[in-house]
């Protein structure tokens, strides 16, 4: 229900059950969780992209293995299924660009809000559709909404349920950028390969920073930084840096 394609140090992870809108079932929970452990694991891959296949990004939670399934337990869904998914990729240590490619509902805006930097077509738009079936925002909405967009916007996003064109989702900062719907995959693919350059241990400490700091007090979070610094400051890619800029050329970043 997934497909996972490695390029240049880039590991594209692709929701492929188009024909449901790439809708998620226990199937792709199991999958999607293990694509992201082998891509922290595997040194030569530095960089990620999560797209969809199809006219959707991810239209959430398959509403018929809901209704087929009258006993299920919603809140052990969420435990097993989506929140380690949304866990692995927020302490993922590389960079993942989502590239939303149409429309994104419930748990799958939750996804694409997981990742680092959200590039969107100009065809995608963006659904909190779960008021509308009577649920909570969840896979991490309610956490990431007001912290992205503020608490005015994010309360109307949720109780409303409106449906968010990308041009709108850009402008109250939901996500980066939007692009024309044939240039998302050739952006997406081109910035991951740039971060994938990138110095990597870097990179993930900074994720690490920011999530840290959303949660903590300014005086912890500058101890945090200093602990942080303390270990980038140790990598080669810092001392490549460093030497780089001396010797007036580019330099070359190996992920150490
Ligand atoms: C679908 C789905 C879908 C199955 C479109 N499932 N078939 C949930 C439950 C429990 C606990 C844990 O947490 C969660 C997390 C969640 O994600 S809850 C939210 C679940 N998602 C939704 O409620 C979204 C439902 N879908 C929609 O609102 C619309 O389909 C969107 C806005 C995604 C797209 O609208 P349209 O572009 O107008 O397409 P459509 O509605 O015509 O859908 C096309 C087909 O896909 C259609 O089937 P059909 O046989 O008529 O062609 C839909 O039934 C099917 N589909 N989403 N989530």
């Keep these: 229900t ?5 390029r240049e140090g880039v590991a594209v992870v692709t929701l492929s059950r188009p024909d449901k809108l790439n809708a998620v079932t226990p199937q792709m929970h199991k999958e999607l969780l293990d694509a992201f ?25 398959d509403l018929e293995t809901v209704t087929q399934n009258p006993d299920l337990d919603y809140g052990e869904l969420l435990r097993s299924g989506y929140n380690p998914i949304i866990e692995a990729l927020t302490s993922l240590e590389k960079p993942v660009v989502a590239a939303v490619n149409g429309v994104a509902a419930g748990a799958g805006v939750s996804l694409a ?3 680092d930097l959200k ?10 559709a779960f008021v509308h079936i009577g649920l909570v925002p969840d896979s991490g909405s309610t ?14 996003l949720a109780l409303l349920g409106d449906k968010v064109s990308a041009e709108e989702a850009a402008r109250i900062g939901l996500i980066n950028r939007v692009v024309p719907h044939d240039a998302l995959m050739p952006e997406a693919l081109t910035l991951a390969e740039r971060l994938a350059q990138m110095p990597t241990r870097a990179i993930a400490l900074t994720k690490r920073a920011f999530y840290k700091g959303l949660t903590v007090p300014l005086s912890e979070q500058l101890a945090y ?19 780089a800029f001396f010797e007036k050329r580019k330099p070359v970043f190996r992920g150490r």
Excluded: N, Y
């Design 225 to 243: 930084e200093a602990h942080l610094q303390a270990i980038a400051g140790k990598t080669e890619d810092h001392r490549e840096g460093v030497r």
């Design 2 to 6: 997934i497909r996972v394609e490695q």
């Design 143 to 156: 956490w990431f909404l007001p912290r992205l967009v503020g608490l005015t916007k994010a309360m109307e």
């Design 119 to 128: 590039l969107a077509s100009d065809k995608a738009s963006f659904v909190q």
């Design 37 to 61: 452990k082998r891509i922290a694991r595997d040194d030569a891959v530095r960089a990620a992209v999560l797209t969809g296949e199809g006219r959707a990004f991810c239209a959430g939670q």
């Design 113 to 115: 809000l997981a990742c």
